[in-house]
């Protein structure tokens, strides 16, 4: 099934250690995205790639890396993880040649404790 | 002069209502503004959209009206149903060689049956 896979599910993570949250899609989109979600904040951009190879930062990009090896896969990595950084994180793709539409994975909800 | 003021928090209505949410934007560069909808779980899925250079968009009970000159956009949900309960986000963009979106802090719709 096309789309975006994103792992784990959620994860509870004890302050301090590093985290990496995995996001794959199949639909060859040459942009891909990651959010944080947080209520009363809606989706607020952490990191960007317009392609593989290069990457941005967002609106909230502190703590937080991303790298792009390759068109399908798009980590995010916590290097050491605060409690401030409980959220739900989205990985977003789109083929910003075609459309403007973001297509979101399910998310991945991750409590620092 | 980034920001996507989005209101109400969250809304009400009876089912066979009409919803409206509303949003307000600074950046005169925004050019392309999606809706997105949320299922409890889930990742947001975009609803509708519409271009800065068209008043009024309509897709089956779903309308986005757009007044450019006020920097505001709105979607009205005709017939509301139970089914239309979810968490709406609206957002805008602007293409720095991708399109990078602004989402509005969201509004939780319940429909009462």
């Known amino acids: 099934i096309a789309g975006i896979t994103q792992a784990p599910t959620s994860q509870i993570l004890a302050a301090g250690r590093r985290m990496t949250l995995r996001c794959t899609q199949d639909m060859r989109h040459n942009a891909m995205y990651w959010y944080r979600q947080d209520l009363g904040l809606g989706l607020r951009l952490i990191h960007y790639?317009?392609?593989?190879?290069?990457?941005g930062k967002g609106e909230v990009p502190d703590g937080y890396s991303v790298s792009r090896a390759n068109t399908d896969d798009f980590p995010l990595t916590l290097a050491s993880a605060v409690p401030s950084q409980t959220s739900v994180y989205f990985c977003?793709?789109?083929?910003?040649?075609?459309?403007?539409?973001?297509?979101f994975g399910p998310g991945t909800r991750l409590t620092v404790l | 002069q980034q920001q996507v003021k989005q209101s109400p928090q969250s809304l009400i209505v009876q089912k066979g209502g009409i919803s409206i949410i509303n949003c307000a934007y600074e950046n005169t560069a925004f050019d392309y503004f999606p809706w997105y909808q949320q299922f409890p779980g889930k990742g947001p899925a975009l609803l509708i959209a519409i271009r800065p250079d068209v008043s009024e968009k309509k897709e089956g009970r779903f309308t986005i009206s757009f007044n450019k000159s006020a920097k505001q956009f709105s979607l009205h949900i005709m017939d509301s149903q139970p089914g239309d309960s979810a968490t709406y986000f609206c957002?805008?963009?602007?293409?720095?060689?991708?399109?990078?979106?602004?989402f509005g802090t969201g509004t939780r719709l319940k429909v009462l049956a």
């Open positions: 977003a793709s789109s083929d910003s040649g075609a459309s403007n539409e973001q297509f």
């Open positions: 790639s317009n392609t593989a190879g290069t990457t």
């Open positions: 957002a805008a963009s602007l293409y720095s060689g991708t399109y990078k979106y602004i």
